[in-house]
């Protein structure tokens, strides 16, 4: 059984930098989709960044991007997310999520298509 547990979460001022950290452990999960999704009070769950592993190609939402940055440490076997210049529209507490599976030639967005979880991460940013 897949296990994701996420670190790195916190308060911090805007403009300032986070990295969150998603362990990955149990199953076999060589060949998969992997996701940083957020949710903040009141709101609808969002996706931020996704990569497939191993072999690393990355996508960014476009309502951070040019902010965050999806990477992965195969060493630790954790998946990385780097925010930079956060802001208050960035509280929420974030989530990984993993979708076993080879490559399918496109991208899974949506966390309906994810069927593994961590149990999320708070990020608060505010002044």
């Known amino acids: 059984q897949v296990q994701l547990v996420e670190s790195g979460g916190g308060s911090v001022q805007p403009g300032e930098s986070l990295i969150l950290s998603c362990a990955v452990s149990g199953g076999t999960h060589t060949w998969a989709y992997m996701g940083w999704f957020r949710q903040a009070p009141g709101m609808e769950r969002e996706g931020v960044a996704w990569i497939y592993r191993p072999l690393g190609g990355t996508m960014i939402a476009d309502s951070v991007k040019g902010r965050f940055t999806i990477f992965q440490d195969n060493y630790k076997d954790t998946i990385n997310l780097k925010m930079t210049n956060l802001q208050p529209d960035d509280t929420a507490m974030y989530y990984c999520?993993?979708?076993?599976?080879?490559?399918?030639?496109?991208?899974?967005?949506?966390?309906?298509?994810?069927?593994?979880w961590g149990q999320g991460t708070q990020v608060t940013v505010s002044s």
């Open positions: 999520a993993l979708r076993l599976g080879q490559w399918s030639g496109g991208w899974y967005y949506s966390g309906r298509d994810y069927n593994y």
